[in-house]
């Protein structure tokens, strides 16, 4: 059975910063790219981070700079690093994992999908 599980949100400051991490299992989770989603509240779901398994990261413009997307294969666990956080980044935060093919930003293109995480950005 096949799970993806996130953590590590929350409530911060305007500037502050957060981690979120998402534990996968029952996938072989170094044959899946693991992305990061995010949607606000009456918006579409949209592409933030995406890495793959070898290293290589890819990156909405705009969270560039900010976020850090790393993987550790071992632990079959990929984090998102938030820093310099804004209000606009407030969403509910899904980690999702990729087949091989396909466009990285297109959400069918993904096969499985967490719950998802809140993190709420204050002014």
């Known amino acids: 059975q096949v799970q993806l599980v996130e953590s590590g949100g929350g409530l911060v400051q305007a500037g502050g910063s957060l981690r979120l991490s998402c534990a996968a299992s029952?996938?072989?989770?170094?044959?899946?790219?693991m992305g990061w989603f995010r949607q606000a509240p009456g918006k579409e779901r949209e592409f933030a981070a995406l890495g793959w398994s070898g290293g290589t990261t890819s990156y909405a413009d705009s969270v560039k700079g900010r976020f850090t997307i790393s993987r550790d294969n071992a632990k079959n666990t990929v984090y998102l690093q938030m820093n310099s956080l804004k209000p606009e980044d407030t969403a509910v935060y899904y980690c999702?994992?990729?087949?091989?093919?396909?466009?990285?930003?297109?959400?069918?293109?993904?096969?499985?999908w967490g719950q998802g995480t809140q993190v709420t950005v204050s002014s």
């Open positions: 999702a994992a990729k087949v091989k093919s396909g466009i990285y930003y297109y959400t069918d293109n993904y096969a499985y």
């Open positions: 029952g996938l072989p989770f170094r044959n899946y790219a």
